[in-house]
T-cell receptor
Framework: GAVVSQHPSWVICKSGTSVKIECRSLDFQATTMFWYRQFPKQSLMLMAT?????????EQGVEKDKFLINHASLTLSTLTVTSAHPEDSSFYICSAAGGLLNYEQYFGPGTRLTVT | GQQLNQSPQSMFIQEGEDVSMNCTSS?????WLWYKQDPGEGPVLLIA?????ELTSNGRLTAQFGITRKDSFLNISASIPSDVGIYFCAGRASNTGKLIFGQGTTLQVKP
């Protein structure tokens, strides 16, 4: 149980375009989903927290207009990187919490974004 | 802001050896978690600790929640090559659900 998927697993896009990343909890309903980014050899940095049906809460320094988060259902959250630039290239990981077992965060496999 | 200090930063050990890593904080946490991350993958939850002094095992892994609630350690006994990866501690201080992650410990095991 507590399986989280992400799609796509990797994406290459041109500078100025937008990219959407999906995060799904496959076998439980996630009341809360989290989005992180991770640079090489570094730890996970929380970008935003989203609860189903409400606006996401962004961490300090994260541009809400650039990183659009939608949590439309208890099993799906999306992160859209708008007008991507090379410095947005990173590993984006989502996590979901609220499963039957406990309230811990279970992570997706991550999405590698490369902006050229 | 809250920070976690995780050490050591990296370890290179022989297969069969025991491993120990720890995290300390200047703040009190109500929950300590240990995750393992393989290259190009998301972190996988290994052990969750909810009470000060709690000692929990998961196979060859043992973790403890420090009495002061400001630290935790993870031990791996009789390491094997598949233990290779990055281990992260994470603490949660409030009911927001947000986690604070340590910097990670990179473990390499020589067969």
């Amino acid at each position: 149980g507590a399986v989280v998927s992400q799609h796509p697993s990797w994406v290459i896009c041109k500078s100025g375009t937008s990219v959407k990343i999906e995060c799904r909890s496959l076998d439980f309903q996630a009341t809360t989903m989290f989005w992180y980014r991770q640079f090489p050899k570094q730890s996970l940095m929380l970008m935003a927290t989203s609860n189903e049906g409400s606006k996401a809460t962004y961490e300090q320094g994260v541009e809400k207009d650039k990183f659009l988060i939608n949590h439309a259902s208890l099993t799906l959250s999306t992160l859209t990187v708008t007008s991507a630039h090379p410095e947005d290239s990173s590993f984006y990981i989502c996590s979901a919490a609220g499963g039957l077992l406990n309230y811990e965060q279970y992570f997706g496999p991550g999405t590698r974004l490369t902006v050229t | 802001g809250q920070q976690l200090n995780q050490s050591p930063q990296s370890m290179f050990i022989q297969e069969g050896e025991d491993v120990s890593m720890n995290c300390t904080s200047s703040s009190i946490f109500n929950t300590w978690l240990w995750y393992k991350q393989d290259p190009g993958e998301g972190p996988v939850l290994l052990i969750a600790l909810y009470k000060a002094g709690e000692l929990t095992s998961n196979g060859r892994l043992t973790a403890q929640f420090g009495i002061t609630r400001k630290d935790s350690f993870l031990n791996i006994s009789a390491s094997i090559p598949s233990d290779v990866g990055i281990y992260f501690c994470a603490g949660r201080a409030s009911n927001t659900g947000k986690l604070i992650f340590g910097q990670g410990t990179t473990l390499q095991v020589k067969p």
